[in-house]
């Protein structure tokens, strides 16, 4: 099909969806007037409704359909613009239900504005080291779901094999609001996302989820282990958001209750879903929102720091190296595992990533970002990453290098041995 007809054809199906996307407001306006005040529980999941940001504007073609550029016929489009909700990576690996990932980690992140590179980057660190499967499901901007499945759809086939993914429209639950635009007016949308994949993924039991500016420097199955020591109680596990009460954040400036003594980071985090899903964790954001909003700062990991102050039985803490961030050398060494294991999870929060501020930091994602997925890691990784860190070693955090370097020479030592 010529690009001229093929333009004609894109800018009809967009006129079509404005003019579905105004009708569904009309037709939500109305229901909204019938049912706006229910504030149902959320124990029944079958009826949970939920409004996309968005809407029908995001739904391209999936990247399935993309193979077939020649003959992507008008029929085809406008299927792919019909499918709802979830959209499927490539056929092969759209059944989710199939026993290969059956047992599979469920990894998860929300991706807005500039932040779909260091996600891409996070996502080839959990395919690089991980050994089960991995299902990522990725909340994005409309603008940005393209640009994930054309990168992740050209990783080599042997780690394309590993993972399967989702990808969705940012959405929010009807349920237990006022308004149906309460909660996504609340905070940005990106940022209060998470708060809601309990009653978004209702088939999903359990994931991680992680901040968009994370990286695994060791086997996703590692911090996956820790749902095996959670007790009955215990639906979610964090890392505490500091190590010294001289430099915390919430000890020193919070207006809110938070978890025990110095809060926890929302930055990598293990969901129960199914035990979220009966817990009081939906209705009690509401609750935590309307009655704290003018004291919150860091918007819904401050959340999560009131629902476990109120319910600390239900979480599990894990220890600093899960979640090893700038704080924890900055100044001076202070997480004090790390350092006798090196870090499993680094987060490169702040922007660290993209600043000169944590070279240290800088200098391993660097390395990530430039190593290519199917090359020798050893070789292509480990090394990059030594002679970078190795150009930051008078910075605080670079003293510490062997933080960085630790899990992942673990890793190559163990390959090598297992491949000889
Ligand atoms: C998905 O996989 C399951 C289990 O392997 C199978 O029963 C089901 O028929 C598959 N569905 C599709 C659509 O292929
Ligand atoms: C989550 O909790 C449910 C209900 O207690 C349990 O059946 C399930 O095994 C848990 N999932 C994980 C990954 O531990
Ligand atoms: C589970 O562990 C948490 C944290 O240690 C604790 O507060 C809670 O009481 C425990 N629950 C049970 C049932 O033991």
Known sequence: MSRRRRMIFKFGVTVIVVIAIYMYYVIQKDKDSIDGQETGTISDDSDLKFYAVNKDESKVPHAADKSSTGDTNGKKDVEAMKAVQLQDSAVEHSNRTSETFKNGIHLSVVACGDRLEESVVMLKSAVLFSQLPLIFHIFAEPDLQQQFRDQLDIWPAEFRKRFQYHIYDLSFPMEGTSKPDEWKTLFKPCASQRLFMPSILTDVDALIYVDTDVLFLSPVDNIWGFFKSFNSTQLAALAPEHEDAAIGWYNRFARHP???????????MLMNLTRLRSSAWLQSMMNYYKEYKLKI?????????????????????????WNYRPDHCMYMSICHSAEKTGAYVLHGCRRVWHSDKQPAFKAVYTAFKEHHLGIDIQYGLLEMMKRYLELEKNSNCGKVKHIFLSQIEKYTTEEKKSTR
Request: hydrophobic content about 35%.
């Open 258 to 268: 938070y978890y025990g003594a110095l809060g926890v980071n929302s930055g990598v």
């Open 297 to 321: 700062t860091w918007g819904d990991q401050d959340l999560i720091n009131i629902y476990f102050h109120f319910y600390p039985d239900q979480l599990y803490v894990y220890p600093c190296e």
